[in-house]
C-alpha cells in the first residue's frame, strides 16, 4: 500500500459518509413522494446527476480527472444517464427502469475498478469493489424487472440506492476504524 496522506484519507472518509447520507435522505423522500409524480420524476433525474457531482468532486480532489480515468469516465456515463432519465420519464416507468438498470451496471463496474485502483493508496476498498459488483448485478435486475408485467415505481429504484448507501457507510466506518488502529498501533 502507497502511503497518503492524513488529508487524502480524511477525504476519503468524509466523502463516503457524504454519500451514504444523501443516499438515505434521497430513500426517504422516494418513499415519502413515492405516489408524487412530479417529486418523484425530480428525484429520479437528481439521483445520477449527485452521481456526477460527487465523482467529479472527488476526482479533482484526488489529483484530477486525467489521475481518475475511471471516474472521469462515470462522471460522463452519470451525465448521459440524467439526461437519458429526462428523455425517459415521457415513455414511462418501464423506460426509466432500464435506464437506471443500464446506468447501474456501467457506474457499477467503473466504481469496481476505482475501488481495485484506490486499494494500493487507501487500502479498505473491498467494499466499494463488492459495491461495484453488486451495483452492476443491481442493474441486470432492473433492467429484467423494466421488461415485465408489473408497472415499476421509484420504490423500484430504492433498494439500489440503499445498497449503495450501506455501503458507502461501511466504507467509510472501515476507514474510520482502519485510521485509529494505525494511530494507536
Known amino acids: 500500500m502507497q502511503s497518503q496522506s492524513p488529508t487524502q484519507s480524511n477525504w476519503l472518509r468524509s466523502y463516503y459518509f457524504v454519500r451514504a447520507t444523501f443516499s438515505i435522505a434521497w430513500i426517504a423522500a422516494a418513499i415519502l413522494f413515492s405516489a408524487q409524480p412530479g417529486p418523484a420524476t425530480f428525484l429520479l433525474v437528481i439521483y445520477p446527476l449527485w452521481d456526477a457531482l460527487a465523482n467529479l468532486v472527488d476526482a ?4 484530477g480527472l486525467k489521475v481518475n480515468p475511471s471516474q472521469s469516465l462515470n462522471v460522463v456515463v452519470s451525465m448521459i444517464t440524467t439526461l437519458a432519465v429526462i428523455v425517459a420519464v415521457s415513455n414511462g416507468t418501464y423506460a426509466v427502469l432500464a435506464v437506471f438498470g443500464v446506468w447501474a451496471i456501467l457506474s457499477g463496474l467503473l466504481q469496481l475498478y476505482t475501488g481495485v485502483r484506490r486499494w494500493r493508496a487507501y487500502g479498505a476498498q473491498w467494499v466499494m469493489i463488492l459495491s461495484g459488483a453488486q451495483s452492476a448485478l443491481a442493474g441486470g435486475f432492473m433492467i429484467s ?5 408489473a408497472a415499476p415505481t421509484i420504490l423500484d429504484v430504492v433498494p439500489y440506492v440503499g445498497f449503495g448507501a450501506f455501503y458507502f ?11 485509529y488502529r494505525r494511530k494507536y498501533a
Open 60 to 63: 479533482r480532489t484526488n489529483g
Open 145 to 149: 424487472r423494466s421488461l415485465g408485467t
Open 169 to 179: 457507510l461501511l466504507s467509510a466506518i472501515w476507514l474510520v476504524v482502519a485510521a
